[in-house]
């Protein structure tokens, strides 16, 4: 099956520096990508869509400038998560649809544990 | 209220039990998704339905549009399916996920 891989698994940074995670797909092309922030006990909520070569689309009260994507390939999307604070710290997954399986299955990272200290 | 709501939110049963978890949305759709999530985070998507009924191994995902009602049942349930399983619905013309807010399901042995 399709596989979407997340790195680092885990980051532990200071407040104020800027954190980069990275999301392959490894055997198929992803269109789109999703990147999705989940805290403690709670459901993924959805923070941006990114279509390959083109900005990403935000959703309502995610800051765009903090929370910079690139979606540079059909193989990869970037999430960097500039000047860092505590209440930054979360789980981050991102998912990709593409070019494998039914049309708009999504294929889900193992996602990436932020701790801002 | 939620667009997509799940019950229960929390359910623990016994290893062998038949475990029944509901999803209920108020939005049209054209797909519904249940995914499981085990306690490392890492996200399996288990069954995508636009109708009927699917079945894979033990689990089985059935669906009533006209109801907007689906269930995910789990067979001769194990502790490995200890887990938290989460309804998600897409909308009609739209890419992304709606969630529900996950069933944490606990199974001893």
């Known amino acids: 099956g399709a596989v979407v891989s997340q790195h680092p698994s885990w980051v532990i940074c200071k ?3 800027s954190v980069k995670i ?13 990147w999705y922030r989940q805290f403690p006990k709670q459901s993924l909520m959805l923070m941006a869509t990114s279509n390959e070569g083109s900005k990403a689309t935000y959703e309502q009260g995610v800051e765009k400038d903090k929370f910079l994507i690139n ?5 990869l999307s970037t999430l960097t998560v500039t000047s860092a604070h505590p209440e ?3 789980f981050y997954i991102c998912s ?3 070019t494998s399986g039914p049309v708009w299955t999504q294929y889900f990272g193992p996602g990436t544990r932020l701790l801002v200290l | 209220k939620n ?4 019950s229960p939110q929390n359910l623990t049963a016994q290893e062998g039990e038949f475990i029944t978890i509901n999803c209920s949305y108020s939005v049209g759709i054209s ?3 249940w995914l499981q999530q085990h306690p490392g985070g890492g996200i399996v998507s288990l069954f995508m339905l636009s109708s009927g009924k699917k079945k894979h191994g033990r689990l089985i995902a059935t669906i009533n549009i006209q109801e907007k009602h689906s269930s995910l049942h789990i067979t001769a349930s194990h502790p490995r399916d200890s887990a938290v399983y989460i309804c998600a619905v897409r909308l009609q013309g739209a890419q992304k996920l709606v969630f529900g807010q996950g069933t944490r399901l606990t199974i001893n042995p």
């Not at chain 1, 979606?71 to 193989?75: C, D, E, Y």
């Open chain 1, 96 to 98: 990709a649809t593409g």
């Open chain 1, 88 to 90: 930054d710290s979360s």
């Open chain 1, 22 to 34: 990275e999301c392959r797909s490894l055997d198929f092309q992803a269109t789109t990508m999703f």
């Open chain 1, 15 to 17: 407040s104020g520096t």
């Open chain 2, 31 to 33: 797909a519904l998704h």
């Open chain 1, 71 to 75: 979606h540079a390939s059909l193989t």
């Open chain 2, 3 to 6: 667009e997509v709501e799940q």
